[in-house]
């Protein structure tokens, strides 16, 4: 029996001294909590802006197109497809302060529309579930600045527009992610019958087949009794399905929507093209990361 | 049991004289490319490692994450395209010291370290060169050698081919001290 122990014991020492380094190597690799990074290739999919930041003294120039209908009563062949047409067409400059609040200016086609952003990141999603998602919080003002036919906007107060949104993401694999947006929307001025508080609830994911390159979907659905009551001017909640394609700097979005517009302000009042009539059109858009410090 | 007490005596200040271990937490490394377009480099100080001199083994470990780039964008794509490091975390190198050493003497020994490296999820067997300085009851361990990315299953796009090599130079240093039991 004491034979037995001895040497087990003496085997219990030899295994303890030759696992010496590696079970040091063990205890050093203490599981760290990491940052995720990378939820989204770039700030903007389709119609919703991620937490994606521009890092701090990056600048992100995108541009970002809406051709016209494909089908319907204004697309077809006679207009290419809607190629002949652009529905919307929006160029933005979004610069990081830091790497947590990001500041952004554009303009669109679509109304005039000239928009002032700023956009900060509330909380990043880690690894081992120290936090399980990323928050960013977005307020955007809105204005038009060309007078409209219909008197009520002339007066320069009139033609501003709020929005504010929570965007709340998961990088669920190194391929999918995922966000819900909740946002609400504030407009000087709205049509009689219409909100003037329009809360929407957008959500998009990402799935990647490769490392570079991905497909996309995005939809918004504003909750307004204006808009599904309303039998004059039907609306349409906006829907978007694309592909992504990353080349080191660059991010191209190539996709199709019902919706017009490129900017909240605009597509979530306004929608009013529909996938099932044919009123979809192809679009796309182009980030450039610009590195601007050294 | 009185004979299992006295084995225990015996052997227990052996098993504790056995720090022959060295062990360093904050290992320095350094990767850069040298290409036409931008040379690139990274720095990570969080890597760890443990050299038994006694043994003439060597273990080092790199988090793939800690490479700090001065493009955030670079480092981004380092750990998304590159490394992947969500799939593969670290880089890990353990090897046998050939040439002997000996702990108690001061001075500068030139060794060489063969083993498995490990980067990418892909092993592969080298013989990597360094010197090992033993100073005031301190060791450092100091290193330069190349990593070719197709070694390691790194995929650089034709697109890029440009700004990034296909040799990799890494320069390791550490400075260790003696291991003691807690």
């Known amino acids: ?294 | 049991m009185k004979l299992l007490g006295i084995i225990l005596l015996i052997f227990s200040p052996l098993a504790q004289s056995s720090s022959s271990l060295y062990v360093c937490k904050a290992v320095k490394a350094v990767i850069y490319s040298e290409a036409p377009i931008e040379n690139i480099e990274a720095t990570s100080v969080k890597g760890f490692s443990v050299i038994d001199l006694n043994k003439s083994e060597v273990q080092f470990n790199i988090p793939i994450k800690s490479f700090q780039f001065k493009k955030s964008l670079m480092q981004e794509h380092f750990n998304e395209n590159y490394l992947e490091s969500d799939k593969y975390p670290n880089a890990q190198f353990k090897g046998k010291i050939r040439e002997s050493i000996d702990p108690t003497k001061e001075g500068n020994y030139p060794v060489t370290v063969t083993g498995d490296l490990d980067v990418h999820g892909v092993k592969k067997n080298r013989t990597i060169p360094g010197v090992i300085r033993i100073k005031d009851n301190s060791v450092t361990i100091t290193s330069k050698f190349n990593v070719l990315c197709k070694d390691h299953n790194i995929d650089i796009p034709q697109l890029v081919f440009q700004n990034i090599a296909e040799s990799i130079q890494v320069t390791v240093s550490g400075t260790f001290s003696a291991y003691k039991k807690p």
């Not at chain 1, 990074?37 to 600048?59: E, G, N, P, W």
């Not at chain 1, 209908?69 to 809607?82: A, N, R, Y």
């Not at chain 1, 009042?269 to 979809?280: A, I, R």
């Open chain 1, 1 to 294: 029996m004491k034979k037995y122990l001895l040497s087990l014991l003496l085997l219990c020492l030899f295994f303890s001294a030759t696992a010496q380094s590696d079970s040091l190597m063990q205890a050093m690799s203490g599981n760290e909590k990491e940052p995720v990074s990378a939820t989204f290739k770039s700030s903007r999919l389709i119609l919703s802006q991620t937490t994606t930041m521009v890092k701090k003294h990056d600048l992100d120039f995108k541009v970002a197109h809406r051709f016209g209908d494909i089908g319907g009563t204004d697309g077809g062949s006679k207009m290419l497809w809607g190629l002949d047409n652009s529905s919307d067409i929006y160029i933005d400059f979004e610069y990081g302060l830091s790497d947590k609040l990001n500041i952004g200016f554009g303009r669109s086609k679509y109304e005039q529309l000239l928009d002032l952003q700023l956009k900060y990141a509330l909380l990043q999603q880690t690894t081992n579930n120290g936090a399980p998602i990323s928050v960013a919080l977005l307020a955007k003002a809105g204005f038009t600045p060309y007078k409209v036919v219909t008197n009520v906007f002339d007066d320069y107060m009139n033609r501003f527009s709020y929005l504010g949104q929570a965007i709340l993401a998961r990088k669920f694999s190194s391929n999918f992610s995922l966000q819900v947006s909740p946002t609400l929307l504030l407009r000087s001025v709205v049509p009689a019958g219409d909100e003037k508080t329009l809360f929407a609830l957008g959500a998009a994911a990402r799935y990647k087949f490769t490392k570079r390159f991905g497909i996309v979907a995005d939809c918004y659905h504003p909750f307004s009794n204006y808009r599904s009551n309303s039998t004059s001017t039907n609306f349409y909640d906006p829907l978007g399905l694309g592909i992504e394609i990353e080349t080191g700097g660059h991010v191209f979005t190539m996709n199709f929507v019902n919706a017009k517009a490129i900017v909240e302000n605009n597509f979530l009042p306004n929608s009013t093209s529909s996938w099932g009539k044919g009123q979809y059109r192809f679009g796309f858009t182009i980030s450039r990361m610009f590195t601007l410090h050294h």
